[in-house]
């Protein structure tokens, strides 16, 4: 392996680590303390059940309400392939293959604490789908959240085994097909592995992950954009002032609020006489609103961050204390409460920023109904607004918790389960509809922005605006809308600026 090579060990994984696997489709690799750790867990529960013939849960017994089932040890490893087989019942729209890589980066990673019991040639066949660009095709629907995400880790899971379907050099084909080309031999489960592959939190994790790595970087731009807003609907500054927070001392409202000053520095517009002498809350409460969701999703990036360092199958072996205990931790409940929260705080961002495209509109304060130069022949930006207001209301929709629903399961052995797994979708379509509500704010505030002309924003403002100007123009007229509001989202997802970030990536 290369440099460019990132070795798993129980060194903290981190986002910013995460972010660069991605970002520069860096391989892995199992580190010497990482194989060492897999050899000893297994070498160790191969001697036990040699050993002893105590019933261990999903080793020699059945799952689930099926625990009182006994297997015999020439049956243990069939039992994890039929496990594997049986749980693989998911449906729906197909997971994105980013977020399935992200499943297989962090099952290797729960994998390398050598507390699960599985062979080194399966995590190292996991390693190999990675770096081979083998992606699983997994659906987004069949996890409870509680008994780890059996559905979804049962299809990321087939492949080992030379089942199911992948994505590979662009395509779906059949695993056994690749296996073919490239020469390899399925996986032969031995006991334990197939819980260890199933139980785990990878799908609500992987989910989580990429929606944080996407939301720290809409909490920069949600605050540029605002920023442009208050500029060209000739806001005030005051409501921005250090010495107003300090006395109101969240983390999150203070950082907005600096950021904003810093925004905003030396420009023209906000520097000049102002005849009113307060703005709408969309506007003078920006520091308490933004920063609220700022903080919720500095606590959420705390909570993924535990989660993608943590050994999340079960049973969970421990060699050194000569233990094999049935716990819970794949039960998704931190997981599921942390993705609500996401989705809410995203969400905010969206709702307050569709209230300030609404009140640019208004013709008020020297800016001409609907932004545009000549109403009435033109419609200007009446229904973009619309169009954000329906992202926003179906935004709220979609926060209604998952987290405090739960079905029984399993014949009553699975009586509460996290719902973390749909909770995890809905978070995901709440961010990208934040960006588009975002993507029409700018829209909406460079165009406003434009009729303060001659009089400028501040340097990083007019930057800003200057580049987003070389994709969407200033509208004259009426035109088709959608195309620009695909070229606007399409300037987020790529643009690159300067500026701090208020968030903790790095946790």
């Known amino acids: ?42 070498e160790y529960l191969d001697q036990k059940i040699e050993s002893e013939d105590t019933p261990i849960y999903g080793i020699n017994t059945g799952f ?19 496990l594997v087989k049986s749980h693989a019942c998911g449906i729906g729209e197909e997971v994105p293959e980013t977020i399935v890589k992200l499943m297989l980066l962090l099952k290797v990673q729960s994998l390398s604490y050598g507390h699960s019991g599985v062979q080194l040639k399966t995590v190292q066949r996991l390693v190999d789908f990675f770096n081979y660009d083998i992606t699983p095709v997994v659906y987004q629907l069949g996890s409870l959240g509680a008994s780890g995400d059996l559905a979804p880790l049962a299809h990321l899971s087939l492949p080992l085994i030379g089942l199911g379907k992948v994505f590979y050099k662009g395509e779906k084909t059949a695993m056994k097909k690749v296996l073919n080309e490239l020469g390899w031999e399925p996986v032969t489960l031995m006991s334990k592995e197939g819980l260890a592959l ?25 605050d540029i954009i605002g920023a442009i807003s208050l500029d060209a609907f000739d806001g005030r500054i005051e ?14 409202q203070i950082q907005t609020a600096e950021r904003y000053r810093m925004l905003l520095d030396e420009s023209e517009l ?26 919720m999703i500095n606590y959420v990036a705390s909570v993924f961050s535990g989660e993608i360092n943590a050994v999340t199958d079960n049973p969970t072996i421990f060699p050194e204390l000569d233990k094999i205990i049935s716990g819970g931790n794949f039960h998704g409940q931190p997981l599921a409460l942390a993705l609500d929260s996401m989705a809410i705080a995203a969400a905010e961002w969206g709702n307050i920023s569709e209230r300030r495209t609404y009140q640019l509109l208004h013709g008020k304060r020297g800016l001409p109904p609907f932004l545009v130069a000549n109403p009435g022949l033109n419609s200007g930006f ?33 009586d509460h ?27 909406n505030a460079a165009q406003a922005l434009d009729f303060r002309r001659p009089k400028k924003s501040s340097a990083f403002i007019e930057d800003f605006v200057s580049k987003y100007r070389e994709h969407v123009p200033f509208l004259e007229e009426d035109t088709i809308m959608h195309d620009e509001i695909e070229k606007s989202v399409e300037f987020l997802q790529g643009v690159e600026y300067s500026l701090h970030d208020a968030l903790e990536p790095g946790i």
Not at 394 to 403: F, I, R
Not at 419 to 438: D, F, P, Q, S
């Open 417 to 443: 389960v996290s719902m973390g797994a749909n909770a995890a979708t809905k978070a995901y379509r709440v961010v990208y509809n934040l960006e588009k509500i975002l993507a029409i704010e700018l829209f």
């Open 382 to 414: 009446m229904i973009p607004q619309y169009t954000a207001a329906s992202i926003v209301s179906q935004n709220k929709q979609l926060c209604t918790p998952a987290s405090v629903d739960s079905i029984e399961s399993s014949q009553g052995q699975e």
């Open 239 to 252: 409501p921005f002032m250090d010495e107003l927070h300090r006395i109101r001392p969240h983390k999150g």
């Open 64 to 82: 689930g309400a099926l625990y009182d089932k006994s297997i015999s040890r020439e049956d243990l490893g069939k039992l994890q392939e039929n």
């Open 1 to 42: 392996m290369t440099q460019d090579t990132y070795y798993i060990s129980p060194e903290k994984l981190t986002f910013d680590v995460i972010f660069k696997i991605l970002k520069d489709n860096r391989k892995i690799a199992l580190s010497d303390e990482a194989t060492q750790r897999i050899i000893k867990c297994r």
């Open 198 to 222: 199933l139980n785990g939190t990878q799908f609500m994790s992987g989910y989580g992950v990429f929606c944080l790595l996407k939301i720290f970087r809409l909490s920069e731009l949600v």
């Open 270 to 295: 906000m520097n000049q006489y102002k005849k009113h002498v307060q703005d709408p809350y969309s506007f003078r409460c920006i520091p308490q609103v933004h920063g609220a969701s700022k903080d």
